[in-house]
């Protein structure tokens, strides 16, 4: 399985924005964003296939972007207008095969180590 490193988590107030990045060892045909509020279950929040076609989690459309650079095999979550409710910590996922829809976390074998973004009011 590739190894996948998220970057660019961090704390600011609400309305900010952040871009998280995860970069894999490999190729990966899915990747996804997941997240972890504190408290409650893992949720998904958005996944790319290597041809660019993306699926939200309807929550998450019009504040988050999700992209990649399969050049750098690195994928990317562009997330705006933050909230408090957004504070959890992010995982990056991915798999060898292409998501059809939003598959479950279950099938997704290389996990990232997260990366934590804090939103204050």
């Known amino acids: 399985q590739e190894q996948l490193v998220e970057s660019g988590g961090g704390s600011l107030q609400a309305g900010g924005s952040l871009r998280l990045s995860c970069a894999s060892s490999g190729y990966t045909s899915c990747m996804a964003w997941f997240r972890q509020p504190p408290g409650k279950v893992r949720e998904g929040v958005a996944l790319?296939?290597?041809?660019?076609?993306?699926e939200y989690v309807a929550s998450f459309k019009g504040r988050f972007t999700i992209s990649r650079d399969n050049a750098k095999n690195t994928m990317y979550l562009q997330m705006n207008s933050l909230k408090p409710e957004d504070t959890a910590m992010y995982y990056c996922?991915?798999?060898?095969?292409?998501?059809?829809?939003?598959?479950?976390?279950?099938?997704?074998?290389?996990w990232g180590q997260g990366t934590r973004v804090t939103v204050s009011s």
């Open positions: 996922a991915a798999r060898r095969t292409r998501c059809y829809g939003f598959p479950g976390s279950s099938t997704f074998g290389s």
């Open positions: 790319i296939n290597i041809d660019g076609t993306t």
